[in-house]
């Protein structure tokens, strides 16, 4: 059963979740570059590219996840896929509240929105490949004409774009799928996708700003097609060791378990109100703090590693 995983998507999901790390790390930090955190609203930096990649990564499992509930009942799928996503946007809201209740007011976080393009998703999970290629550019269109009539204000007010800014999402999720599809049909075909992504990413920013606060067209063409380009990337590399599962692996493996947990443990080392231990953080103890954040989450998941590994022996 444990071979049955790509671990290209496994190495790319760990090595998104093990960014997210990083990135909102060092969001606090004094010394940090700009560049190394979020945009504040039109502009794309590197850390604007890791939650839309993610969302890509959820896309290329998708499609395959529900035809594999389906073997046990339509109803079956539908009702795990629901209160999956449900089961997300709740977690979400308890990390909203508990980051309000420690002073870091939020009306929305990234698995809110993710929670709500999953349920968005599942509607249309069942269409072909070209009708849900057609449903998100519909759907990504529909909500830039929407934010630029009337919808500005809210979105900006939100954080990921708030409930409104989910449409946006859904649609990038939404086209994952779509290109997931035609990745598993082949290299070639996935290298004219990619192509033709590029494409309409440059052309959207033409006509349409970058913005990840407003979860704009231009900023889900251009992470979608630089995300397919990254994982094309990591899918030729995992060829090195094709079976061989590694760090970015036991990451991937349980990415919802650890991106939860590091919130609470960087809690912890971010709580202290004290400058020097982290806002006005040196480089060097920065360095330190986030090489031992890194080090616990990575014990763990090496733990659960084991435990999936047995599991997996024990029912074989």
């Not at 998104?16 to 979020?38: C, E, N, Q, R, T």
């Not at 409930?163 to 599809?181: E, N, P, Q, R, Y």
């Not at 400058?275 to 080090?295: C, M, N």
């Amino acid at each position: 059963m444990g071979s049955q995983r790509n671990l290209a998507i496994d190495r790319f999901r760990g090595s998104l979740v093990i960014l997210m790390v990083i990135g909102d790390y060092l969001s606090g930090v004094a010394f940090v570059p700009d560049y190394f955190k979020h945009a504040p609203d039109v502009g794309f930096t590197i850390a604007d590219t890791v939650a839309p990649a993610f969302v890509f990564v959820i896309g290329l499992n998708y499609g395959t996840s529900f035809a594999r509930r389906r073997t046990s009942g339509l109803g079956a799928a539908y009702r795990y896929f629901g209160l999956r996503y449900l089961a997300i946007i709740g977690i979400g809201a308890i990390i909203a509240a508990g980051a309000n209740a420690v002073g870091q007011p939020t009306d929305w976080g990234v698995l809110q929105a993710i929670g709500v393009a999953g349920l968005i998703t599942l509607l249309v999970i069942r269409f072909p490949t070209w009708a849900r290629f057609l449903v998100g550019a519909l759907l990504l269109a529909a909500y830039q004409w929407l934010l630029d009539a009337f919808m500005l204000d809210t979105v900006l007010g939100s954080v990921h774009g708030g409930l409104f800014g989910s449409l946006s999402w859904a649609a990038l999720l939404i086209l994952s799928t779509a290109v997931a599809d035609v990745w598993r049909r082949g290299q070639l075909r996935y290298l004219i996708c990619i192509a033709l992504l590029i494409g309409a990413a440059a052309l959207s920013v033409v006509f349409v700003p970058v913005s990840k606060n407003r979860v704009s067209l231009s900023f889900i063409l251009i992470t979608l097609a630089l995300s397919a380009v990254v994982f094309l990337a990591i899918e030729a590399l995992s060829r090195i060791a094709p079976r061989r599962a590694g760090l970015l692996c036991w990451w991937g493996e349980n990415a919802l378990l650890l991106y939860v947990l590091h919130l609470v443990v960087l809690g912890i080392f971010v709580s202290p109100p004290i400058s020097w231990w982290y806002v006005a953080a040196p480089v060097w103890l920065a360095t330190l703090q986030l090489v031992v954040i890194l080090a616990m989450l990575s014990m763990v998941a090496w733990w659960m590693h084991l435990r999936r590994s047995r599991n997996h022996v024990k029912l074989d």
